[in-house]
């Protein structure tokens, strides 16, 4: 009697033992799989993040080269209107000059200002993506926390000592049977 109930301790702690292994295992791939997922989702939300602000910034250089072909245009037209104005008054030579380079001044510093915004806009872009960069690389970071992978070595360890330990209890109620 003493020996069919220490197996059947012994059997049940390694049984013990494996399934607690399998379920790790099961687990650590459940925990892998998830992280992947996690994973490629960042990098595709990252990624609409980057196509978002790159394309914010083409509408804001369009809109920019908008502005300036609608400058250099009132810009002609101004200064024909003043040539034209020039000579039907009767008025030539350096104050015609003084009035075409006066024009062309405010053009030259309008144009400057819009390149300095276009500039400034580029800038706060390409910090914008590199702070996404960081912000993504951090939740990258994030999502790969360490998985416990179980060891065969531990888990036949711990097979053997539920195995011994079954035993051990078996002895013991025939112990306190006889």
Known sequence: MC???AAIGAAAGVASAGLSYM???QQA???AKFQAQAAAAERQRFMQEQTSLRMRQA???EAVGRELEQVSRKSQA???RARVSAGEAGVAGASVQALMDDYMRQEAG????LARQQELGEIGTGMQLEQAGFATQQRQI???QPIDRPNI???GLGALQGGLSGYRTGLEIKRMQS
């Open 3 to 5: 020996l069919p109930l």
């Open 23 to 25: 379920g790790q295992r």
């Open 29 to 31: 791939r459940q925990q």
């Open 59 to 61: 509408q804001e250089q």
């Open 78 to 80: 101004a200064l024909a």
């Open 110 to 113: 309008y144009r400057s200002a």
């Open 142 to 144: 994030g999502l790969s």
């Open 153 to 155: 070595l531990t888990a």
